[in-house]
C-alpha cells in the first residue's frame, strides 16, 4: 500500500461566494458546462460550497474515494508517494478542475493526495450522489468519458516524455504545462501565478533541483524566463515550446 501523506485531511469549511457566483464558477466549468438545467440544479441543490486552508489536504492517497471537487479557485498541489516514501508531483491545477469524480465512480480508493497550495474555494459532492446523477445522466456520462479520455491521452505523453526526453525538454514541458493551465498574461511574457519550487519543478520532471537550478540559471541569462518570490515568467515561451519538442 501506498505510504500516505504526513498531514491529516483538514476540516473544512462554508464559503462566503454568493450563491450566483457558485452557480456559475460549477456549472461553467469544463466537466459540469452544458448540462441540462434539471442536472446542473440537483448538483447545486445536493452539494456545497467549502473552503480550504494553505498546507492542508483535501484528500489522502490510499483513502476510500467518498468525496468529489470542483476547484472554484485557488491552487492544489497533486502528489503521488510511493511504497519507499519518495513524493512525486503529478500536476499543480487550479481553477475549473475537478477532484475525485474518476474514482468515485469506479468504487476506487484515492490514487493521489490532494494539498492545498493557495487558499481554496470548492464545491463537494458525496460520491454517492455522483455517482447517482451519472447513472441518471447521459450528457453528464458523456462528458465525463471525454474528460477520463483526455486525461489519459495527457499522462500517456508525460510518461513518454519522462521515459525519452532529456531533462531539459522535461523541465520546459513541465513550465508550458502550467503556463497552460494556470498562466496569467505579464508585461514580460506569462507568468505561472502559482507558488513554485525548484523541487516542485524536479518532482515534475523526473529530475532533481539541482538540474532545475543549473538550468533556471542558464535560462534566465539568456533571458528565456524570470524568477523571484517563488514565481516565474515565460519571457520566450515560443523558444521554451522549441526546447519541449526536440532540444534544440
Not at 492542508?56 to 479557485?73: F, H, I, K, M
Not at 491552487?75 to 475525485?100: C, M, N
Amino acid at each position: 500500500m501506498a505510504t500516505r501523506a504526513k498531514k491529516y485531511v483538514a476540516p473544512i469549511r462554508s464559503t462566503s461566494l454568493p450563491p450566483d457566483v457558485v452557480h456559475s464558477l460549477t456549472c461553467g466549468t469544463k466537466l459540469l458546462k452544458n448540462l441540462e438545467p434539471p442536472v446542473c440544479d440537483a448538483l447545486l441543490a445536493n452539494g456545497r460550497p467549502v473552503t480550504a486552508k494553505r498546507g492542508t489536504y483535501l484528500l489522502n492517497q490510499g483513502e476510500p474515494a467518498d468525496a468529489c471537487y470542483v476547484l472554484l479557485s485557488g491552487e492544489i498541489r497533486l502528489l503521488l508517494l510511493t511504497p519507499g516514501g519518495k513524493r512525486v508531483i503529478i500536476d499543480i491545477i487550479g481553477p475549473g478542475h475537478h477532484l475525485g469524480f474518476f474514482v468515485s465512480l469506479a468504487h476506487k480508493d484515492y490514487p493521489v493526495s490532494a494539498e492545498v497550495i493557495e487558499p481554496c474555494e470548492l464545491f463537494v459532492w458525496d460520491a454517492e450522489f455522483i455517482r447517482s446523477l451519472v447513472y441518471s445522466s447521459p450528457k453528464l456520462t458523456s462528458t465525463i468519458i471525454s474528460s477520463l479520455t483526455d486525461r489519459v491521452i495527457c499522462l500517456q505523453s508525460k510518461v513518454q516524455k519522462l521515459a525519452t526526453d532529456r531533462i531539459e525538454q522535461r523541465v520546459a514541458y513541465s513550465l508550458l504545462s502550467l503556463a497552460d493551465s494556470l498562466g496569467k498574461q505579464a508585461p514580460e511574457g506569462i507568468l505561472i501565478n502559482v507558488p513554485l519550487t525548484h523541487r516542485d519543478l524536479a518532482e515534475m520532471s523526473g529530475t532533481n533541483i539541482y538540474s532545475v537550478s543549473r538550468i533556471f540559471r542558464r535560462w534566465e541569462n539568456d533571458e528565456l524566463i524570470l524568477t523571484g518570490r517563488r514565481r516565474v515568467i515565460l519571457c520566450r515561451p515560443e523558444q521554451l515550446e522549441s526546447l519541449a519538442m526536440d532540444g534544440s
